[in-house]
């Protein structure tokens, strides 16, 4: 068996680099389009986050609302006036409660 010169070690280490880097390239792509990926869910994931808080947040500025009217109605009715005018805030408290919600706020007290 002939010596190796120091070329041919130089000839032997380029080679497997070349070929080694060659064979790493689609480990490294699959890395890539998996960030990629991950990086898309977690942009979609933070986007509809917010919308959710948005949508939290309103839902309870709403339901304060309800209920300063609903105690403004109270102070100004004494407890018969309550009593005989029950039909109508009970109405009244549905309309709001169908403006600020929508039609379908009321389907699980019917």
Not at 27 to 36: L, P, R, T
Request: proline residues 2%; contains cysteine.
């Amino acid at each position: 068996m002939p010596k190796k010169t120091l070329i041919d070690e130089t000839i032997g280490w380029v080679n497997y680099i070349q070929n080694t880097e060659i064979k790493q390239q689609p480990a490294a792509i699959d890395w890539q389009v998996e960030y990629q990926k991950k990086s898309e869910l977690y942009d979609e994931l933070k986007e509809q986050y917010a919308i959710e808080k948005k949508r939290a947040d309103e839902a309870v500025e709403r339901e304060q609302r309800i209920q300063e009217l609903l105690g403004r109605i109270l102070k100004k009715t004494n407890g018969h006036e309550a009593y005989s005018n029950e039909a109508y805030i009970h109405f009244w408290i549905r309309e709001v409660q169908r403006s600020l919600y929508g039609d379908d706020c009321n389907e699980g007290n019917r």
